[in-house]
Each structure stands twice: as C-alpha cells, then as structure tokens.
C-alpha cells in the first residue's frame, strides 16, 4: 500500500513543528534561573536552596525525558495516523462505499486544516501545549470518520453537492460540533427530553477584566474554567505553562480573588470606588502598606465607604467588613503580594526576605 511524496510530507509537517517548539522550550525553560543576591541560608531548606528547588521542578517539568514524553511522543502518533489514513483514500478496503469514501476525503482535509490551522497559530505564540497536541490526534482520528459516517446518518436529509462537502468538512474540522447535533437530532428523533440543568453556581471567566475567549479558552486547557479556580491556581504555574505576560496573569487572580471573596452585586460596587481586586481592599479594613503612601485611607473615610456600599447593596457592615478582613488574610492573599512584589523587585513589606519570597523571586526570574 503506497502513499504518494506529498502525501507523507503532509502528515510529517504537524510533528516538524512540534518537534521546533519542543526544541526551543526545553533550550529556554532550562536556562538556569540568575543567581539571588541574598539565598544563603535563611533560605535553605532540606539542604537546597530556594533556587536549586526552583530549577529542580522546572527540569522535572521541561527535562529531556518529560518533553519527549509529553510532546514528542503524541506528536509522533499525528504522522502515524495520518499515512494509515492516507493509505485508506488511496486503497480503500471493500467495505468502503463510494460515497463514505468522498466524505472520508474531505473530513481528512477538514481535519488537516484544523491541525495545520492549531499548531501554526500556537507556533507563532510559541505557545504548543500537550493538551493541543492529543486534541489535534483526537481530530485526525476522530474527524475523518465521523465524516464518513454522515452519508449513513443524513440520507436524503441533505441536498447539493456543496451542501454535502461542506459538512463533511465541518465534520473533520470539528467533530465535537458535529457529533452534538448528531446526538441532539436522535434525542429528538426518538422524542427523548433534554435533562433539566440545574443552574450553575460558578462565575465565568469573562467577569475578569481582559480576559476574552482566547484567553477563557487557554486557560480551560490548564484547567481553569471559572472565577473560583482562577482564585485557586497558582500564578507560577500559569506563568511557567502559558505564554501570558506575567503582570497580565497577575491582574486576573487579584481580580478573581476578589471576585471569588465577595457576592456579586458587593464586587459591582467596589468596582465602581476603583477597587479592583484582592490587594485594593487593605485600605478599607485598616490593613496599610508603605509602598501605598498615595491610596492610605483615615478610618473615617474607609467606614463611610463600607457604608455606601452596605447601603446600595442592602447587606450588613459588619459581613461586608468581615468578608474583605477575611479576603485580606487569606493566605492566597499573601502569596499573590509576596509575588507582585518579587515581580516589581520591591523588598519585603514586613523586613528581610522570607524563604517563601526569596523562592518566588526564584520563580519569577526563572519563568519570566
């Protein structure tokens, strides 16, 4: 069974590029972190210092062994499946009618384009993660026959040529569309109501100011689809893993630890005072830094501002001071500042470096 130059040069492409990517991360995200003036050791813990910890779990992450496992080896499976495939269009087993055949071509090319369309996108971010990667190996595989499987399913329900073209396309392009509207067209056909959802308890990402769908849709890649678990992530992972600006991310987790803290109609009218996120409410519950010279608050005007909003939201003042008292000294809290400020080079707000910031300093220079 042959399968023709080009043929083979089309299915290698997707790997050649992630093969690039994967080059150059391991080359940039092994560079060992610079060295911190002052990690002697009150940082030191287990007999390594912050920044030997540090580069021990960047190697774990981007070391030989976990590119190759994590990007090499899906990335090699996409060329594999895609010459079995090509091998099926050009010597098409009896089973393989006429018309499953024609579909079949066009959700491959659909399901090429998508890949194509993926990995160049992400290469030019530099930006390939491994959950695109098995997801580009998902549509290669799932995409084609799906789209072979139309004719079988939609007979006489669709007419023209083009008609038909185009939605084998859509199908390799996007099988998870596709497969919805099969599954929502049976579920009709055999008059089988729609489970009742309940309403969803969670805050969606687009509350974040400058998060868009491209960002919503990066993000669920790491895991993170609402407000609560952007609250909950680790910034460092995010700015090890994405290809976000640092002080991006950083904004979004103030806001969202906010947002997470606070009910909804309370955060609206704190974003009307200008208190954007988690470390803009220190001033309203007596909690002062000296690098806010310019935002410190007498007690006064912080208790008249309390008040405007515990009026215009109709809650009790002492369960709005509560909560940010609350939000405040989460530790989450303290960790985002130890991390701003290890970011801004600004030294520690209560005197010398803690371990923790000396390991964060780490951290940042090493993914920044």
């Known amino acids: 069974m042959s399968v023709a130059t080009w043929q083979v040069l089309t299915a290698l492409l997707p790997f050649l590029l992630v093969v690039y990517h994967a080059m150059n991360l391991w080359r ?17 813990q287990n007999g390594l210092s912050p920044e030997a910890r540090v580069g021990t779990m960047i190697r774990e992450q981007y070391g030989s062994r976990a590119i190759v496992t994590r990007y090499i080896v899906p990335a090699a499976l996409v060329p594999i499946v895609g010459i079995i495939e090509f091998m099926l269009v050009n010597h098409p ?3 393989f009618t006429a018309d499953k055949l024609i579909a079949f071509e066009y959700g491959l090319f659909g399901a090429y384009f998508f890949v194509f369309l993926e990995l ?24 084609p026959a799906l789209a072979a499987l139309i004719p079988s399913v ?4 669709i007419t023209g040529n083009w008609n038909n073209r185009a939605l084998w396309i859509v199908a ?8 919805k509207t099969l599954v929502q067209g049976i579920m009709k056909a055999l008059q089988v109501e729609s489970p009742v959802v309940q309403e969803e308890r969670r805050i969606p990402l687009g509350r974040i ?7 919503i849709e990066r993000l669920a890649e790491e895991g993170i689809t609402d407000v609560h678990a952007l609250a909950c992530v680790d910034p460092v992972r995010l700015m090890r893993d994405t290809r976000f600006d640092n002080w991006c991310i950083l904004s979004w987790v103030n806001q969202a630890l906010l947002l997470n803290a606070v009910p909804q109609d309370i955060w609206q009218q704190l974003i009307k005072r200008g208190y954007l996120g988690a470390t803009d409410v220190k001033i309203l519950v007596g909690k002062r830094s000296p690098h806010w010279r310019l935002l410190r608050l007498d007690t006064n005007q912080a208790e008249d501002i309390l008040k405007e909003i515990a009026d215009a939201t109709k809650a009790n003042l002492n369960v709005i001071r509560d909560m940010l008292s609350r939000l405040v000294e989460d530790p989450r809290t303290e960790n985002f500042q130890q991390l701003a400020r290890a970011l801004a080079g600004w030294p520690a707000e209560d005197g010398p470096e803690e371990p923790t ?12």
Do not use: H, K
């Open 28 to 44: 940039d995200r092994l560079t060992p972190p610079p060295s911190l003036s002052r990690s002697g050791t009150s940082g030191e």
């Open 120 to 143: 160049g996108r992400r290469s030019v971010r530099n930006d390939i993660t491994p959950v695109s990667i098995l997801w580009c190996l998902i549509t290669m595989v799932i995409g």
């Open 154 to 157: 939609f007979v006489g329900t």
């Open 93 to 95: 087993p009896a089973w």
């Open 209 to 215: 100011e400058g998060i868009g769908s491209e960002e």
């Open 357 to 368: 910031l000396v390991a964060y300093t780490a951290f940042s220079r090493a993914v920044g």
């Open 172 to 179: 390799g392009y996007t099988p998870r569309l596709i497969f």
